[in-house]
């Protein structure tokens, strides 16, 4: 589905993602867990296609085509979501009417029927209970006046009525208590299916308690310092950061 | 004499003037004189002069300017003007003269009279006396002296005391658009004490030529009138318009204006309103939608004459291309103005960076128990939301137009015509390449 291969990223000048190699396969759930500043969010933002990275070297393949070359647009309709770090408030757009023209620039896309208003309406009511969430939102302007879980919850909910392919979460489960942590992880483990894959960037093992992923990487300064299944999380949170720190001046490069 | 103004065309007017035979009470013969006079005084103002600093005139001073044919318009002429779902009456004028066949009169509700100038001023012209021209006064003003002396027709709109007036009335203003025609609206609404009208003036051009437009519309609304009033200008993009609103507030009135500025190459508006007795309220609201090379200039002027009154401004620019926006707004607070609450506010969405604006608000305040706040923003569109927006499968194009659409959505939220702000929406989004169920996006 995702193959990375030795991908080195710039960012004003400075070398953040130097050299990172990664192969998702349909179906699988990575972790990637790492220190602030590690280059998580960044790693992610490249495969969502943010501007303003410079890659000055290696590879992103996604379902055979070459993904760097795509817009982000096309990556959205071509099955890549990202559940956003930070979600971004836009004043003015209500939820309602940006959810349904993403959900028909998408179908439209994959030779589908655009779907009406009212279509629409039953299909998001649906998705919005199983996250409990108030169907009063819609009316709302996206994100705005949202508090940081409900942001984060609708940011899994956008993911369950677009159903990506290869949805890339970037700490969906900071500033969630533990009800709305398994709120989410219900939502997203809902979505698991043999043909879609996640990647996880979290910060924290604890949401790994809840989206048990197949393979675990660590990465620091740039780079996948260690690999592992899921019992690396646990390692990790036992042992602390300090000691990806340690493995990242040895230099040491575990993978499975 | 100063430098800051130019006279060289002045005499012509002076001659047109002379030429002209009308037949109209004295009173309006004289005001007229008058205005020729101070014209040939003032001549045009020019970029020295401190309140035309940022709008160069020269080309329409040094314009051969004569009066529009009239001459024959296409029968789909005035859809640009029509608003889809809006029935209601309509008054029509081409290139300034009523229009009977274009307009729709026969059935005014009771308690709202619309008339021709012209027609009234021939038959019954003392409903007129002291009102047309008394609020638009024209001493340092060289284009309202022109409009004055020279407009031949324009309405009048009356609107009984207590009589609610339940649909909008139209006035629709169509220059033929020969390039070189000028064309003379006026326009004078009078609200009678406690009653309510809705009136919107549209101004288009039937060709793209560079014409001129030079209108004036004055608004007085008696005790507790309650005045909505909307001004849509949407003439060639080669066009010359440069208007006056002029508005004056009795006790406990209201009256609101937005001047929805989309045409012609070079607009120039001057919206003024004085608050005369206590407890007014106003809302003088603008939103421009320009690209290319267009120029607009709104210079507004709020007097707060007397206490317990409430003004709030709210002027919106989206501009593209090389086009270029100015806003200035005055807003006077008299000695006797206590407890004014004024807010103003300028908020421009800057396209590309070929775009300029110049905002500047002016507070002038003599009265000490007070408030007024202001506010100018100049931004481009947020490339966070953009990114946001792309990520979720829209499309780049649609992106931007969403979020321009965004900008400008609280001041269409004051449209209260339905089909006119349904109207501005689609304008809004073919504007920037989009033609879809805008209506929906806020919804
Ligand atoms: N747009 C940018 N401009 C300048 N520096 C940037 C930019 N984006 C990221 N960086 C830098 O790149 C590094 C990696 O940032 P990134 O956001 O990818 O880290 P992260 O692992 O997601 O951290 P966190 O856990 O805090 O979310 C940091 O040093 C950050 O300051
Ligand atoms: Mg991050």
Known sequence: ?256 | MSVAADRTTAPRYLEAFEAARREEPAWLAERRRLAIERFSLLGFPTTKDEEYKYTNLARIARGEWRPGSGGSLQPDALAAATYEGLEGPRIVFVDGRFDPERSTLSELPEGLEATSLAALLATAPDALEGHLTRYADFEGRALTALNTAFFEDGAFIRVAEKAVIAEPLQVVFVATGDAGTVTWPRVLIHAGRQSQVQVIETYISAAEGAHWTNSVTEIVGEDAARVEHFQVQQESVEAFHTGRVEMLEERSGYISTISLVLGAALTRNDVRITLDDEGCECALDGLVVISGKQHVDHHTLIDHAKAHCNSHQLYKGVLDGSSRGVFNGKIIVRQDAQKTDAIQNNKNLLLSTKAEIDTKPQLEIDANDVRCTHGATIGQLDKDALFYLQARGIGAGEARSLLVYAFAADLLERITVEPLKRHLERLLMRSLGRDSAAQEVSE
Do not use: C
């Open chain 1, 1 to 256: 589905m995702l193959e990375v291969k030795n991908l080195k990223v710039r960012v004003e000048e400075r070398e953040i993602l130097k050299g990172i190699s990664l192969s998702v396969k349909p179906g699988e759930v990575h972790a990637i867990m790492g220190p602030n500043g590690s280059g998580k969010s960044t790693f992610a933002g490249v495969l969502a296609g943010r501007e303003g990275y410079e890659i000055t070297g290696g590879s992103v393949t996604y379902l055979g085509q070459d993904l760097l070359e795509l817009d982000p647009e096309v990556r959205a309709r071509e099955g890549i979501f990202l559940a956003f770090q930070y979600p971004v408030e836009i004043p003015g757009v209500s939820n309602m009417y940006f959810l349904r023209a993403a959900l028909n620039a998408v179908r439209k896309h994959r030779g589908e029927e655009e779907l009406d208003a009212v279509e629409f309406i039953a299909l998001v009511k649906e998705r919005m209970k199983k996250l409990k969430m108030d169907d009063a939102m819609l009316k709302r302007a996206v994100n705005q006046g949202f508090s940081g879980g409900e942001k984060k919850r609708n940011e899994i909910f956008q993911m369950a009525v677009l159903e990506p392919k290869l949805a890339i979460l970037d700490e969906t489960d900071s500033g969630l208590d533990i009800d709305a942590l398994k709120l989410v992880a219900d939502g997203v483990n809902s979505l698991r299916s043999p043909d879609r894959s996640m990647i996880v960037v979290t910060h924290y093992q604890r949401l790994l308690d809840y989206i048990v992923p197949d393979y675990v990487h660590v990465l620091a300064h740039g780079r996948i310092v260690k690999s592992g299944d899921k019992h690396l999380a646990l390692e990790l949170e036992k042992k602390g950061y300090a000691w990806v720190e340690q493995l990242a001046a040895s230099g040491e490069m575990v993978t499975v």
